[in-house]
Structures are given as C-alpha cells and as structure tokens.
C-alpha cells in the first residue's frame, strides 16, 4: 500500500537510442561498459515504448544516447513518438546530424533540439570532446535547427576548464539564436566519476560561476532562458534523486532495459525488467528496481525527521551509493550526512592528469 501510494504517473521518458557516439567526452553519464550495437532495440520495439509511455501518462520523450545519429532508423522513431503524442525532443551531440537528417526530423514532427557544446572557444571545445571539428559542427546544426523553426536549447557541461567562460558561453547561444541555454555542472557518475580530480571546479570558481549565472539572467531577462544545475559537491543540500526515485520519469537503455535514473545500473544487485518482456505501465508499477527506494520510508536518520525529506527524498541514490557503498545511505552532498567529509574532501583534490577518454 505504500508504494503504491507513493508512486506517481511518470512525465518524461529518456530513451537512450544507442550508446554509440563519436565523442569522447570525459564526464559522459553513459556506463563504463557500453552497450552493444546488435543489443539495441529495433526500430518497431521503440514505436510500441513510446505509445504505451503515452498511455502511461508520459508528456515528453527524450530521444537520446551516445548520439542518437548514429542510428539510421532515427527520423521513423522519432515520427513514431510524435504519432504518440509525444513532445519529442532531440538531444544530440550535433555531430552525425546531417542537414538532411535535420529536416527529415523537422518533417516527422520533431519538437525541439538540446545541442551540446563543450566550450565557448572552439579549441578548448574540441578538446574536451576529443573530436576536432566537432565545434564547427555544432554550430552548423544549430543554425539549421533556427533555420527550420526547431526550438533550440544549447547545453554547456560545465568543469574545471571552462567554468570561467560562462559569460561566453551565454553570449554563443545568444549568437545561435537559442531560446534556452542550460549550464550543467558535471554530475560525478560514469565517466566524470573516473574522471573527478580532473574535472573538479574549485570552491572559488563555483562561487563565480554562481555569481555569473545570476548576473546574466537579470541581464538577459526576456531574451533567453538560463537554467543552471548546480555542482552537487560544493552544494549545502543534495539535489532530489530525479524528483524523487520512481516518481516522474523513466529511462530506457539501448537493449530495452528501464531505469529509474540514467546512473541506476551503478547500483549492484539492482533487478531491471526489459521492455522486450513486459509493458512499460507493468515496469513503472512493479519493478523491483522502481520499487527500491520508493518514497522515503527506508532512509535513515538524519532524513527520517528532516522537514526536507520530501523535497530532496534523501538525495541522489546513486551518488549515495557509489561514495559510501550503501544505496539507502543519505546522500553525502548533504552537510547533515555522516559521510558529508568524503564530499569535502574530494572536491578539494584538483589534478591536471590527462582524461580518460570515453571510447
């Protein structure tokens, strides 16, 4: 009865089309171990997931990866999600996407474009996503997007080696014509996580950073939307676990496995039922794997009486998890955890080791 009181209709849908992409970028949310390319759902598996998450309740899908591009199929699976009644949008590293495919998408009905840009300066940019001419690229997609009539949203992950150009990154998207622009802080899971002492801001930068996003919004109040996701280990509260485990959203991996969250699989002994076996209104239901940390009844103390346990739902699970070894743990991003120091000091370790690529 819990559970089932707790549980919500899911809004979004993040459908990982592939994990194949042509960058390599250092703080990659994908998995260490990738999935296959003949492991990936067909194209009439992702039609039929995407009319039952209309069915479920679900607003919106994410049509996501690696780079959606890489699969040929991707302008039918987006039509079929629009056939749905999906709010499609297309979350892309703007390479792979030619200007055909572009258009092909704006006929199927496509929504809306997130492009990702590593830095405001094209070397830099390239760099990190260690693919040169992937910034020239990017702007080439973005201009035929704005060309279409396509909403555009520029995303800009953001860490030691470009958190002080957030003015010029703004000043990009405002130049591509973007009508949103989002300043992510990298998230240490997957290949950020292997990645952390090198992509670790520090308390002065993110302090700055804070400053700037303000700053810029008041200024460009009107013109462009500035969302900004926060460091989590340099923050006072964790953020909440994707809304809350089990509670909005729902995430499909390129073999059909569904995850409440992009970094569930970081948490062993985990059960995920696969869209291959079961409809995706059953998983949300009754998957174990949902059903884990539903609500907040299984943490522990100091969330059980904190007046924020339904706001943050005890923090990131998978972040809980990977610092203590306990996925029911309080978040270690909360300065009330017991485990609050192994966040301090690891945002206070900054090396100038070369990354680890993601290929």
Known sequence: MAQARNRTKPLGLLAELTHRCPLGCPYCSNPLT??????????????????????????????????????RDLVEIAASARRAGLYTNLITSGVGITARTMRDLWEAGLDHVQLSIQDSDAVSADHIAGYKGAFQRKHALATEAVRLGLMLTINFVVHRANVDRIIEMVDLALALKASRIEIAHVQ??????????????????????????EDLRRKHQG????????????????????????????????????????????????EFWNVRDRSLADIWASSPAFNAFRGTAYLPEPCTSCERREIDFGGCRCQAFLLTGDGRATDPVCHLSPDHDLVAKAAEIHTDAPYHYRR
């Open 34 to 71: 990738l999935e296959r390319r003949e492991d990936e759902l067909d194209t009439a598996t992702w039609a039929r997931v995407c009319l039952e998450a209309a069915e479920l309740g679900v607003l919106q899908v994410h049509l996501s990866g690696g780079e959606p591009g890489s699969r």
């Open 188 to 213: 240490y899971y997957g290949w950020a996580l292997k990645n952390r002492s090198a992509l670790m801001p520090t308390r002065e930068q993110v302090d700055r950073a804070v400053t700037s996003v």
């Open 223 to 270: 013109r462009i939307v500035i969302d900004a996701v926060l460091p989590d280990y340099h923050a006072r509260f964790p953020k909440p676990c994707v809304g809350g485990w089990g509670r909005r959203s729902l995430n499909v991996t390129p073999s059909g496995k569904v995850l409440p969250c992009h970094a569930a699989e970081s948490i062993p002994d985990l």
